[in-house]
């Protein structure tokens, strides 16, 4: 809970939060943005305790931090199975410390979740179904055809969870198609059937996005446009994503795969790799690159470079078992200490730097109005943010009052701390406003944070005018201005 949450965390709080105990929301549109599984957890507990929105905050982040663990565990079983031991337990650790998943395990997000999900999904889906010595071949093939189903339930949680899970089906299914294993496509065509007949009902009645997804994608849309970026900016960023050790440790291990590829062909290295290079193809394509989408590529990273690590050490390990056993530690050490050393300011500075300082300075817009016990606020419509909101004590859906621009200019919301404006309020009128609402603070950004075609984009000349004929004290925060009333 200590780090900065950001607009997507603090709105996907406040959601649920108003969900739980307001009959309309005004953030609670939000909860249908994405599917429910996460949320829903949030809501259930919500109104289970009647938690604020500290404690529905942290619940939730709990909720990823559990998730995250249990990746960490599919991760290990996923590479024993599909590996070995040694694999593994080298894979659990890297994954444990990458950065990325470092930062983003701990969102309160429904990234962790979908990330646990679909790695159950590949357990279940590859996992081995060889029969044992005292198992006929009829039991083990009902319990590998069980063990399709069971995957195919997760499939359609991860579905339930968010949309960036559709990606993973396409890398199995390109996979399979590189090696030839027909029979196992075919299940995988049923098994995505089944989650999508799990998860149809809230893509076809209840989800708001439906469609934004792709629009995104497609840069259509405000949100697509904040978040753009070059085509290359995932890829020069996986250094900073999974760490140099890691990247090390992948070059090589795909480099022994090319020089072992008679071998090593129809094993589940090349998925690893076909993973990785779908998923960034598609994040590569797409208009809009918030830094956390990548978390569904995390996982393979930490796979393929496990495998690496084991090929040194067993090839070292012929020469000199002393010798391969440092290797392996000085890497795993050298990996843990690179890690450690990137805080989450550190990493979000670097993935995402202004985005994250304007969420930084919307706590500190809070935490200066909160130093005044705290007071009342006005603010146009359009300049609300959910960062501001959430660690705003003065802020709840109970005492939030709304004027639109055609209301008499002596209209007052009674018992109101925060009280927004129509977008359309003129700035003649924003002033009659203080005087009638006599706020404790206006809040006023020298552009709107959400404009729009119907406002003016610049509002330096209200925070003139402000200054001019209220002489009100003014403290700047980067391009927003808070007024004190005297």
């Known amino acids: 809970m200590n780090h900065t949450f950001n607009g997507d965390e603090a709105g996907d709080t406040l959601s649920v939060y108003e969900s739980a105990n307001f009959p309309s929301q005004f953030?609670?549109?939000?909860f249908y943005a994405h599917p429910p599984a996460y949320l829903a957890a949030g809501l259930g507990f919500a109104k289970l305790t009647g938690a604020g929105k500290r404690d529905i905050a942290l619940f939730l982040e709990l909720l990823s931090i559990l998730c995250s663990l249990g990746t960490v565990v599919m991760v290990f079983l996923c590479g024993q199975d599909w590996f070995d031991d040694r694999v593994g337990l080298a894979a659990a650790f890297l994954y444990a410390i990458l950065p990325a998943a470092r930062v983003f395990d701990t969102f309160v997000k429904q990234d962790a979740m979908m990330v646990f999900f679909v790695m159950?999904?590949?357990?279940?889906?590859?996992?081995?179904?060889?029969?044992?010595?005292?198992?006929?071949?009829?039991?083990?093939?009902?319990?590998?055809?069980?063990?399709?189903?069971?995957s195919a339930v997760f499939l359609g949680l991860a579905f339930l969870t968010k949309e960036p899970a559709f990606f993973i089906p396409l890398a199995v299914g390109a996979f399979l198609l590189v090696s030839k294993r027909f029979r196992e496509l075919l299940w995988l065509v049923l098994a995505t059937l089944v989650a999508g007949l799990m998860s149809f009902w809230?893509?076809?009645?209840?989800?708001?996005?439906?469609?934004h997804f792709l629009d995104f994608f497609m840069g259509k849309g405000l949100e697509s446009t904040l978040f753009h970026k070059p085509w290359y900016h995932y890829l020069?960023?996986?250094p900073y994503q999974v760490g140099w050790?890691?990247?090390?440790?992948?070059?090589?291990?795909?480099?022994l795969f090319i020089y072992k590829f008679a071998a090593e062909r129809k094993g589940m290295v090349p998925f690893?790799?076909?993973?990785?290079v779908v998923t960034y193809l598609i994040f590569s394509v797409s208009y809009g690159k918030p830094p956390w989408i990548i978390t569904i590529s995390l996982p393979p990273f930490a796979l393929?470079?496990?495998?690496g690590l084991t090929q040194v050490w067993d090839r070292v390990r012929v020469m000199n078992k002393k010798a391969a056993l440092a290797i392996v530690a000085c890497v795993l050490a050298l990996a843990l200490g690179l890690s450690l050393a990137v805080s989450y300011n550190r990493y979000m500075y670097q993935v995402d730097a202004e985005d994250f300082r304007m969420w930084v300075t919307e706590r500190k817009m809070a935490d200066y109005l909160n130093g005044w016990s705290p007071g009342s606020i006005m603010m146009y419509k359009d300049d609300d943010e959910p960062v501001l909101f959430y660690y705003l004590d003065s802020y709840d859906y109970g005492h939030l009052g709304y004027l639109p621009a055609s209301a008499p200019v002596d209209a007052y919301p009674a018992d109101k701390s925060v009280v927004l404006l129509e977008d359309k309020t003129g700035y003649q009128r924003?002033?009659?406003?203080?005087?009638?609402?006599?706020?404790?603070?206006?809040?006023v950004r020298k552009e709107p944070a959400e404009p729009s075609a119907t406002v003016n984009l610049d509002r330096t000349p209200l925070i003139d005018a402000i200054e001019k004929y209220l002489h009100l004290e003014k403290v700047r925060f980067d391009e927003a201005y808070i007024f004190r009333s005297k």
């Not at 999904?121 to 319990?143: C, E, I, Y």
């Not at 809230?202 to 439906?210: D, G, K, L, Q, R």
């Open 27 to 30: 953030w609670g549109v939000r």
């Open 120 to 150: 159950a999904f590949l357990f279940f889906f590859f996992k081995k179904k060889a029969p044992s010595v005292s198992t006929s071949r009829q039991t083990s093939s009902s319990k590998g055809n069980f063990s399709y189903v069971i």
């Open 202 to 211: 809230w893509y076809a009645f209840y989800s708001v996005s439906t469609g």
């Open 236 to 238: 020069v960023r996986i």
């Open 245 to 255: 050790v890691v990247v090390v440790l992948c070059l090589v291990a795909v480099g």
């Open 272 to 276: 690893l790799i076909i993973w990785i």
């Open 304 to 307: 393929l470079g496990a495998w």
């Open 430 to 443: 924003f002033l009659e406003r203080l005087a009638t609402v006599r706020p404790e603070f206006a809040l």
